[in-house]
């Protein structure tokens, strides 16, 4: 029997299928009650424009409607209490069907390619620079087929050679089945360019033709070689084509948007009549009308959902309304596989693991394509909307995401953050505490105060681009809000698109601070139109070259002083044990005792491997380990299996047995003790005092 050396190329192959399960997001066998979640191989074809049939909704009682507008709050509830309709993470089911693969499925060589693997990982390799290697083993489109004496069948076109020496011979005529052998090529026996070698054949799927005539553009699809509903018909058309869907119709064709919100109330999804959530349309409708006024600014904030998420949006809204009741929001744009693709993945996968609510992407702009593994989790819902106006800073689009979300509470996250569990109670303190006699968003303190007070620490990063007092310290623009927060929005988003024309002007925006100073409700201040507003000045300033400095300032000039205790955290403070400072970010006009810190999310991830094992170690050890046995506090504030990333910590994580028993150690004690403050560790939230110590000052920031 001839033997035959194994060549590179098969060896890359076996690192290439152990790699993409690993770092995929795709289910390889989903449950039936996950099928409805469309995946790329599921697209539209090009050709045929597949229907995506869904029952049309039946006519409902009021007091159906009624169960309609609470249904959402009462299954997270069941949720959250650990019932049945809380649904396994899809990474915990991802890694139990690479558990499978290998115990059930993979050959011995696949198994040395996954050590080989491991071993560069441990080595220093990093695992997103692994991923893209390997999805650019064959950019060219070709695939596997048979080896050399089989017979290939293939709707494409076919090519005959030698992987290790890339030489290879192309079939330039359609033939399927083929035999895969030299003689069907046009080789003679002496043009054998590898004699003695097992030769392959590859396929290449033929280029997908456009029903309009129009090329096929791949590059606005997910998956090289795979057709979907953007190769042929463009985004969000403009020009008055698109018209509004009715919900049990949506993405039924092959258009990769459907438009659900626009100026024109005639195309937009709205909540019934008489619906607990028309009184937040019509606070979006009230507070987006200066906005809808201007027909340049009328495209920028139109609401297309992206069809490939049609089944999420189906199971998060109802047919009463296409409002959320809770929703973290995030945005993003760019090419594909850019480092903001990267960064919200890790984010979509906290969400996964760490809560029972959706999370709503919004993309701005054409470029930007959802990778196949978003697609697969049950809990995102992607928007699309078209750029920014030219002269504002992209950071605005937080903003427009929060206007286009459509929920009715709402955390806003940016892409270079992690949930921890433990977040979604933000959601509860979020809901009591902006109402309609209250409605602003609120946010997190930040790290410095940027003012210039003695003795600040940071007094050398002061803000300068307002002269009026300041209502509390400095926060982060990561706002919650609940929709009676939306004219607030509506209105600062107006200012900043005026303020980019470069003239000096002048609008009318809600004279919000009635609500504290008269008793009124928002909802009764706005219905009052044009006589509820005052004028306001606009001129671009320092202080709109931002979108955190806009927000400061508008909070301060509403005279606003509610803000939450500082619940976005540098990674760092989650692997520093109990070595923190008693006076965590202390100032000494604000908080001169520190504040609390609350251990539920992380911000600044923007190193993607680093950010993905502190991830792993969240899910590790969210729930603790028995009889865990850690270095005394003295002895070592940080180990070195928590300095993620280094040598040492690698190293570490090849011994399996060694890392489960120590690496929880590095959170301690923040999975059962989430808030520090003082030098004291707090089981709950509600357990955080008013005061640091006895004579101390009261804190100023909110705890959810």
């Not at 115990?103 to 040395?112: F, K, R």
């Amino acid at each position: 029997m001839r033997t035959k050396k194994l060549s590179w190329f098969t060896y890359l192959q076996g690192v290439a299928i152990v790699v993409v399960i690993l770092f995929t997001l795709q289910h390889l066998n989903p449950s039936p009650a996950e099928q409805e979640i469309p995946r790329v191989g599921t697209s539209v074809p090009v050709e045929t424009a597949t229907t995506l049939s869904y029952a049309a909704d039946p006519p409902k009682s009021e007091s159906k409607e009624r169960e309609d507008s609470t249904r959402l709050t009462a299954t997270l509830n069941e949720a959250e209490q650990g019932g049945d309709e809380l649904v396994q993470p899809r990474l915990v089911a991802e890694r139990q069907d690479l558990v499978a693969w290998i115990n059930g499925v993979a050959t011995h060589q696949e198994l040395d390619a996954l050590k080989a693997l491991r071993a560069s990982l441990s080595e220093g390799r990093d695992a997103l620079s692994i991923t893209r290697q390997v999805n650019k083993l064959r950019p060219d489109g070709w695939k596997f087929c048979v080896q050399e004496g089989e017979i290939c069948h293939c709707e494409g076109l076919t090519r005959y050679g030698d992987f290790d020496l890339n030489q290879w011979v192309e079939k330039k005529e359609f033939k399927s089945p083929i035999l895969c052998h030299h003689s069907q090529y046009g080789l003679k026996p002496e043009q054998d360019f590898s004699p003695g070698k097992l030769k392959y054949c590859q396929c290449r799927a033929p280029v997908p033709k456009c029903p309009n005539g129009q090329p096929f553009r791949e590059e606005n699809c997910p998956v090289p070689g795979q057709t979907c509903r953007a190769g042929c018909l463009p985004r969000m058309p403009r020009g008055g084509l698109a018209s509004l869907v009715p919900r049990s119709k949506l993405c039924s064709k092959a258009e990769p948007n459907e438009l659900i919100w626009s100026c024109d109330h005639r195309r937009s999804l709205k909540p019934r009549k008489g619906h607990s959530h028309s009184d937040a349309e019509d606070l979006l409708e009230r507070g987006m009308a200066k906005i809808c006024e201007d027909p340049h600014l009328m495209p920028e904030v139109e609401v297309w959902l992206e069809c490939d998420f049609v089944s999420q949006f189906l199971r998060w809204t109802s047919s009463a309304s296409p409002w959320i009741e809770e929703a973290y929001v995030t945005y993003v744009g760019g090419p594909k596989d850019s480092n903001y693709e990267w960064q919200a993945t890790n984010l979509i996968r906290s969400i996964d693991l760490f809560s029972t609510r959706p999370l709503i992407i919004v993309i701005f702009g054409d470029q930007f394509v959802p990778p196949p593994s978003w697609q697969s989790m049950r809990n995102v819902i992607a928007y699309r909307m078209r750029p920014i106006s030219r002269g504002v800073s992209f950071n605005f689009n937080k903003v427009r995401s929060i206007l286009a979300s459509r929920v009715i509470v709402g955390i806003q996250l940016d892409t270079d953050q992690l949930i921890f569990k433990g977040m979604d109670q933000v959601f509860e303190g979020t809901r009591r505490e902006i109402t309609e006699f209250y409605p602003w968003p609120i946010l997190p303190v930040h790290w410095m105060s940027r003012d210039d007070t003695p003795g600040n620490p940071y007094a050398h990063y002061a803000f300068r681009g307002w002269d009026g007092p300041q209502s509390m310290r400095w926060c982060h623009a990561h706002p919650t809000w609940t929709y009676f927060a939306i004219p607030w929005f509506g209105d600062l988003m107006h200012e900043r698109m005026l303020a980019a024309t470069g003239r000096k002007t002048s609008t009318l925006v809600f004279d919000l601070e009635q609500v504290q100073q008269t008793g009124i409700s928002v909802l009764d201040l706005v219905r009052k139109g044009e006589k509820a507003k005052v004028k306001r000045h606009v001129e671009m300033s320092n202080a709109m070259w931002e979108d955190e400095d806009m927000m400061n300032v508008n909070l301060w000039r509403h005279k606003v002083n509610n803000s939450w205790c500082k619940f976005d955290l540098e990674p760092n403070l989650f692997l520093l044990r109990r070595s923190l400072d008693k006076k965590l970010y202390f100032d000494p006009k604000w908080y001169p005792d520190g504040m609390p810190v609350l251990f539920l999310s992380i911000h600044n991830t923007k190193n993607f491997d680093p950010a993905d094992l502190l991830l792993r170690l969240m899910e590790l050890c969210q729930n603790g380990v028995e009889d865990l046995e850690c270095p005394a506090k003295e002895s070592e504030f940080m180990m070195p299996i928590c300095r993620v990333g280094v040598q040492q910590e690698r190293e570490l994580r090849m011994s399996v047995q060694d890392y489960s028993a120590k690496a929880c150690c590095c959170l301690e004690p923040r999975w059962s003790h989430p808030v520090f403050w003082s030098g004291h560790w707090y089981e709950s939230l509600r357990e955080v005092p008013d005061r640091a110590h006895e004579g101390a000052t009261r804190r100023k920031c909110l705890v959810p």
